[in-house]
T-cell receptor
């Protein structure tokens, strides 16, 4: 699976948009970008995924650059409950796609 | 729809013992994957079961094993426990359709402490 690079930590004020970047410069054509988050001592929570088009759901938006070498997860109005470690993962469309390879992620701290 | 459930939530064992952890996937999900999470190594993939067969395996010793039942429920077993096996063990279920992509949904985990 392609390797990802994320900042170690970020801060965001409550109510503001949180923009979490991810670099995946070695991504291949059949790999999707997935985002998960993990609130302390809980299981990871699926957020969103995408291939090359921007995606939006009730939790977040995913912006993928045209060359697919980087992406940004956007939480439009961050709340204290969004404080968590956010993981960006790239994995194949099929095959051994069951295996999620987690990096160290970005620790997002949302503050008042 | 109920989420992934794992039992027990907390467990304390001593070195040399063995332990069995249980996972019930989301209804309709046929794939169950197991992960180990430790502060030093992060989240690491153990194995995946689909249709009662192990489909993928991570880089863990043979002391770690698992199985899946016909109702898709899964168990993992760790024999001859070592102090380093203390971790949060997470189970994730997914549809694992022939054509992806598909997302995995995680349970709350079982916190295992080996003393």
């Amino acid at each position: 699976d392609a390797k990802t690079t994320q900042p170690t930590s970020m801060d965001c004020a409550e109510g503001r948009a949180a923009n979490l970047p991810c670099n995946h410069s070695t991504i291949s054509g059949n790999e999707y970008v997935y985002w998960y988050r993990q609130i302390h001592s809980q299981g990871p929570q699926y957020i969103i995924h995408g291939l090359k088009n921007n995606e939006t759901n009730e939790m977040a938006s995913l912006i993928i650059t045209e060359d697919r070498k980087s992406s940004t997860l956007i939480l439009p109005h961050a709340t204290l409950r969004d404080t968590a470690v956010y993981y960006c993962i790239v994995r194949p469309y099929t095959g051994t796609a069951s295996k999620l390879t987690f990096g160290t992620g970005t620790r997002l701290q949302v503050t008042l | 729809k109920a989420g992934v459930t794992q039992t027990p939530r907390y467990l304390i064992k001593t070195r040399g013992q063995q332990v069995t952890l249980s996972c019930s996937p989301i209804s309709g999900h046929r794939s169950v994957s197991w992960y180990q999470q430790t502060p030093g190594q992060g989240l690491q993939f153990l194995f995946e079961y689909f249709s009662e067969t192990q489909r993928n395996k991570g880089n863990f010793p043979g002391r770690f094993s698992g199985r899946q039942f016909s109702n898709s429920r899964s168990e993992m077993n760790v024999s001859t426990l070592e102090l380093g096996d203390s971790a949060l063990y997470l189970c994730a279920s997914s549809l694992r359709a022939r054509r992806g992509p598909y997302e995995q949904y995680f349970g709350p985990g079982t916190r295992l402490t080996v003393t």
